[in-house]
């Protein structure tokens, strides 16, 4: 008998299953989880030669309060239907797998028509014929994330205690392979953000902007930058000391996330109090309005307000906080030749010559580009 073919969802499709926490951390190798996924399931199959098998997984931002608001989503699959189960889903109050992850223990089921938890219409849908089932949990550190299971022995005896201490085996190596990836993808994470205000970057940043330039130049499309520095921001450190212009910085990084929604844009600390917006497939008046939308957030935000650890008692800092905003188009301010970095260069100076214009003539503006 052939090894079965087995299929798994694409790592794009594979990103809501892990939008999950991890507290520790430690370097690894760049893992490719579809691909590992399969082998698991292939490894599995060849240690007990089964008809089908699959896991499935839930959806961290999904989980309700009950069983029944959660849906186990099948990520790798083989078996007569394993293409077509991808991405499907099973409520977990329901069969074996609702059994295993409710109950984060392994089930063996050798007889489905006298079995309570055998969910008889998963075969009609799929005209598939349950003999037996082996099923263990899958845990992220010790929570229960999904099950895998294999369904019909190949020789047609019923599943043993030795064939679901195998399948718990590979159930662990699926674990460490989804902790591993989060690991790697938080360090990869960690070194693009700004440790202050947990926005990018200025490494990031650049690369961004380089990325979003060829883009545009490939499309045909526009790409806007806003360049952002807080006006009189020395007042802040020197009025509550450096550690109260830091939380200023980290506020002002949460106002930014608030005040620019657009999905593909990018927020970015590029140094000290001056902070840098990515708006790709934005014109001038699209720019100018997400501008005004970040002066007029600015407006109605109160910043330093409350107790700090860094502070004996309650601040409340009355004086209200601007910036003065310079705004970039490309290709309406500089052509569409020259190298990505001249163009990506060109396109910085104007922003923040921009912004400095509004700087000597009073703050608290936005100005545009020559």
């Not at 790409?223 to 939380?247: E, P, R, Y």
């Not at 502070?311 to 309406?332: D, K, T």
Request: aromatic content about 8%.
């Amino acid at each position: 008998m052939g090894a079965p073919e087995v299929h798994s969802l694409p790592l794009g499709d594979l990103e809501p299953f892990l939008d999950r926490k991890r507290y520790s951390a430690f370097a690894m190798s760049q893992l490719q989880l579809p691909s590992f996924l399969s082998e698991i399931l292939r490894k599995a199959n060849d240690f007990v030669p089964s008809e089908a098998g699959s896991i499935l997984m839930d959806r961290p931002i999904e989980r309700g309060e009950t069983p029944s608001d959660i849906l186990l989503y099948f990520v790798a699959a083989f078996g007569p239907s394993g293409s077509a189960l991808l991405g499907k889903s099973l409520r977990a109050d329901r069969g074996v797998v609702g059994n295993v992850y409710r109950s984060g223990e392994p089930y063996l089921m050798s007889d489905p028509k006298n079995d309570p938890n055998f969910y008889s219409k998963f075969d009609e849908d799929h005209e598939f014929q349950t003999t037996g089932v082996v099923a263990v949990p899958v845990r992220i550190e010790r929570t229960v994330c999904g099950v895998l299971e294999l369904l019909n022995r190949s020789d047609g005896k019923p599943y043993t205690e030795r064939n679901m201490q195998m399948l718990e085996i590979f159930a662990r190596y699926t674990s460490i392979s989804i902790e591993n990836l989060l690991d790697a993808q938080r360090a990869t994470e960690m070194a693009r953000r700004d440790d202050l205000t947990g926005l990018y970057n200025d490494r990031f940043f650049h690369h961004r902007l380089s990325e979003d330039l060829i883009r545009a130049d490939v499309t045909r499309s526009t790409i806007a930058l806003l360049f952002l520095d807080i006006d009189n921001f020395k007042t802040v450190n020197d009025t509550h000391g450096h550690l109260a212009g830091s939380q200023v910085l980290k506020e002002f990084g949460w106002l930014l996330n608030r005040a620019v929604t657009d999905e593909k844009s990018t927020l970015a600390r590029y140094g000290g109090d001056e902070f840098v917006v990515i708006l790709p497939d934005h014109d001038l008046e699209m720019a100018c309005d997400v501008a005004t939308r970040i002066q007029t957030e600015l407006a109605n935000t109160n910043f330093l307000q409350g107790s700090f650890s860094w502070s004996e008692g309650p601040v409340y800092w009355r004086q209200p906080l601007s910036a003065s905003i310079g705004v970039a188009v490309y290709p309406h301010h500089l052509p569409r030749q020259g190298t990505t970095d001249l163009k990506k260069n060109l396109l910085l100076r104007a922003a923040d010559l921009a912004m400095y214009r509004g700087k000597e003539n009073g703050k608290n503006q936005i100005r545009i580009a020559d």
